[in-house]
């Protein structure tokens, strides 16, 4: 009996109650070797989890990356992995790791010009351009013309980006092969969800009009496709409340995901994704959040507690820093620079043109030790009601907030090792 994937189930319920619905779609984004080539998947960094940071010398290896892969689909607490074509190939045909498990493979389905981004490159400063390295055979079955039972071997759910620049020519060049990608895909039965990125070219729409410009265009460009050919979500720059209500409000079927950007602190993921949520939106799909974290798998624990409302984001900021302390990995930053929130880039190229703007957080800074001798964090994170707790089978409703972190950092704790 086949294994249902999170992801459908979470589809189900947030159609059948769109107000309602508490659910919450993860996804970590491992497709990066497709923008950044050999430096997508990250540097090593000595005595510490192989993540990006100035000085270091040697970039990850294809198999490093795809091992971190592994662990992330071990762990069976994000919904998605997207990868690339040549690496779901490899996970999910060749390996068939996600034939029992919880979690859905997905491949970049096309790979426009502002994702071309290899060292010393200028390709992604110029208007974008449409263009598809993958083709969905491949990503369903490893070769040409699938066999209709060889489709469901590999990924049969895609993610597909535009990049609108306000430009006639490029914008209906864009429209266009994203309406012949649809047309194939569904003839294939091969899903997509739809990436909007903000323009990768300076003033392409009027200061304070851009929320409005992308928001418009998604209900324009979505407007004249059936339900059979529609992406199964979005995925879009984070332009804070306003936009984000205006677009949920239009649709409420319309299902909405942040994509992460750059990396930024530590409270810059964890307070997007908590703001995504609490504004209607339904999903977060973090590549550079999750690969440049000091430790991914406990980075993904955390997500996972805040997309179910158990912690707030100032919280697991701390409490990821004790978990670093007991898993002795020295943090990119300290606490206190952590606690802060920075302006992330939303462009593969890091470009300056377009930000992301998360509403201010009233941070306590630290003024005392920050963990305890144990590696979990101390007071005020904890209070001392959450020393009796419950060990199987929790009645979360009955615990209070302090109790639910304890539990969920014990958990993290002995999985962690």
Not at 35 to 43: D, T
Not at 241 to 263: C, I, Q, R
Not at 267 to 278: G, I, P
């Amino acid at each position: 009996m086949a294994v249902k994937k999170s992801l459908d189930e979470k589809l189900r319920s947030i159609h059948a109650d769109p107000q309602g619905s508490q659910e919450f779609i993860i996804a970590d984004a491992k497709d990066a070797d497709m923008a950044f080539g050999m430096s997508g998947p990250g540097v090593v960094r000595s005595g510490a989890s192989p993540e990006s940071h100035a000085g270091e010398v040697r970039f990850k290896t294809l198999a490093e990356y795809r091992d971190q892969i592994r662990q992330v689909i071990d762990q069976q607490l994000v919904d998605i992995v997207l990868m690339s074509a040549s690496t779901s190939e490899q996970l999910a045909v060749n390996e068939r790791l996600f034939e029992n498990s919880l979690i859905t493979p997905a491949a970049r389905a096309n790979d426009a010009t502002d994702v071309h981004v290899p060292r010393g490159g200028t390709v992604h400063t110029e208007p974008a351009r449409p263009f598809r390295s993958a083709h969905i055979d491949h990503m369903q079955c490893g070769h040409l013309d699938c066999s209709t039972a060889e489709r469901v071997l590999g990924a049969n759910l895609g993610l597909y980006s535009v990049t609108f620049t306000n430009d006639l020519v490029r914008d209906l060049e864009t429209l266009t092969r994203y309406k012949e990608f649809r047309e194939e895909a569904e003839r294939k039965g091969f899903r997509h969800f739809l990436e909007i990125f903000d323009p990768n070219v300076p003033d392409a729409v009027a200061e304070g009009k851009l929320p409005g410009f992308i928001n418009d265009l998604i209900a324009r460009t979505l407007a004249g496709v059936a339900r059979a050919g529609r992406p199964v979500f979005l995925k879009i720059v984070y332009h804070g409340p306003k936009a984000m209500e205006e677009l949920v409000a239009y649709d409420p079927h319309l299902v909405v995901g942040v994509l992460g950007g750059a990396a930024g602190t530590t409270l810059d993921a964890f307070q997007l994704l908590h703001q995504a949520k609490k504004y209607g939106g339904r999903a977060a799909l973090f590549g550079r959040k999750i690969n440049q974290a000091e430790n991914q798998l406990a980075f993904i624990e955390f997500l996972r507690l805040i997309a179910d409302g158990v912690i707030e984001p100032v919280e697991a900021v701390k409490a990821y820093h004790s978990v670093l302390q007991k898993l002795q990995v020295t943090p990119v930053r300290t606490l206190e620079q952590d606690l802060t929130n920075q302006t992330n880039v939303m462009s593969y190229g890091r470009s300056t043109t377009t930000t992301i703007s998360i509403p201010e957080t009233s941070v306590q800074r630290p003024s005392g030790p920050v963990s305890s001798p144990s590696g979990l964090p101390a007071a005020p994170v904890l209070d001392k009601a959450a020393k009796n707790l419950p060990t199987d089978n929790p009645d979360f409703s009955k615990m209070t907030s302090a109790q639910r972190l304890q539990y969920h950092l014990d958990r993290l704790n002995r999985s962690l090792g």
